[in-house]
T-cell receptor
Framework: DQQVKQNSPSLSVQEGRISILNCDYT??????FLWYKKYPAEGPTFLIS?????DKNEDGRFTVFLNKSAKHLSLHIVPSQPGDSAVYFCAASPLQGAQKLVFGQGTRLTINP | DGGITQSPKYLFRKEGQNVTLSCEQNLNHDAMYWYRQDPGQGLRLIYYSQIVNDFQKGDIAEGYSVSREKKESFPLTVTSAQKNPTAFYLCASSRIGTFVENTGELFFGEGSRLTVL
């Protein structure tokens, strides 16, 4: 039972354009969401997070949007750069600071020059 | 530099052999985790520990064992009972506590790729 789903295994975007990565979840107890970025043969690194009390969180080129009623979140990267090419995982937890994160399957983003 | 160190980075073993993956952190984090990554399946939690000498099963604990004798160390043993052990294994650590300053972020090591021949 996949509680956190990233339905697009891959996404290709032209450099300079906007990249939008999507994530859906089924567990209504999830209250805190994180995005991680992963390069091949490396561990994931934290990118940005959002609590359910907000519907948007922005950090530089990265913005995460949360639609709690739809159980959907998205990560926007503007403008996309070649270094953004990586696998992106969304993760969810029932509480900020809670330890058990549930991860989605990941989306491989490729930024084309 | 503070961080998490996993070793070895690559490991080849014959079927039926137990294998132990090392994970050490110097971030002074209370919680440590082991995840497994398979293509198309994201990261799945194997075991986690919030305090020394205590650990809990994650979603796919069968065929694995762990120990937490020191705060800094959380080794994972892949036993011969694990039916499909070939995978990329990730160790992580985090602070504990649902306080505002704790983002809940997991800090990951660089991973260990285990191939069973």
């Amino acid at each position: 039972d996949q509680q956190v789903k990233q339905n697009s295994p891959s996404l290709s975007v032209q450099e300079g354009r906007i990249s939008i990565l999507n994530c859906d979840y089924t567990n209504s107890m999830f209250d805190y969401f994180l995005w991680y970025k992963k390069y091949p043969a490396e561990g994931p690194t934290f990118l940005i997070s959002i609590s359910s009390i907000k519907d948007k969180n922005e950090d530089g080129r990265f913005t995460v949007f949360l639609n709690k009623s739809a159980k959907h979140l998205s990560l926007h990267i503007v403008p996309s750069q070649p270094g953004d090419s990586a696998v992106y995982f969304c993760a969810a937890s029932p509480l900020q600071g809670a330890q058990k994160l549930v991860f989605g399957q990941g989306t491989r983003l490729t930024i084309n020059p | 530099d503070g961080g998490i160190t996993q070793s070895p980075k690559y490991l080849f073993r014959k079927e039926g052999q137990n294998v132990t993956l090392s994970c050490e952190q110097n971030l002074n984090h209370d919680a440590m985790y082991w995840y497994r990554q398979d293509p198309g399946q994201g990261l799945r939690l194997i075991y986690y520990s919030q305090i020394v000498n205590d650990f809990q099963k994650g979603d796919i604990a069968e065929g694995y064992s762990v120990s937490r004798e020191k705060k800094e160390s959380f080794p994972l043993t892949v036993t011969s009972a694990q039916k499909n052990p070939t995978a990329f294994y990730l160790c992580a650590s985090s602070r504990i506590g649902t306080f505002v300053e704790n983002t809940g972020e997991l800090f990951f090591g660089e991973g260990s790729r285990l191939t069973v021949l």
